[in-house]
């Protein structure tokens, strides 16, 4: 009988989230402040007008919204593969694809390994978030190792091409 296959894992940069949230809306207020506060009389020099106050408003709400688009990162991984969700971009890869889960002390988040020697990040498992990243780490090498023992041995070469 077979084994059941490892539960999925889903995880997200705790702390690192909490952060950019924060941060966001510490500069969202400081600059709703700036702008609502700007006078509006003329003062010889600089004179602000009700553009220039919303203006500045906005540019909070577009600064806050790119620091919570920081907070993105995600993965999830079940049976099938792997999805990683990253700042930028956002990659599936089935765990044939996958030659290890690595989450070593000298990086700050976990990478994996590919078949083609690549190294990818996977920024929603950070050490910052301590226990939960070795979690979500130990549940991805379980599913990794699940998913190569169900598929097959490759075929033996016939020949040597390099002989």
Known sequence: ??????????????????????AAAVVVAVLAYVGL???????????YTTADRWAVVGLGVVLGAGLLALGRPRVDADADGIRVRNVLGERTLPWTAVRAVRFDERFRWATLRLTN???????????????????????????????????PAPPPLLHDPWE
């Open 37 to 47: 506060t700007l006078p509006a009389s003329d003062s010889g020099v600089v004179f």
């Open 1 to 22: 009988m077979p084994s059941p296959a490892p539960p999925a894992v889903s995880a997200v940069p705790r702390r690192w989230r909490l952060a950019c949230a924060v």
């Open 117 to 151: 020697d690549d190294e990818f990040a996977v920024l929603a498992i950070q050490a910052a978030d301590g226990e939960r990243a070795a979690v979500a780490v130990e549940g991805l090498r379980a599913l990794h190792a699940a998913a190569l023992a169900v598929q």
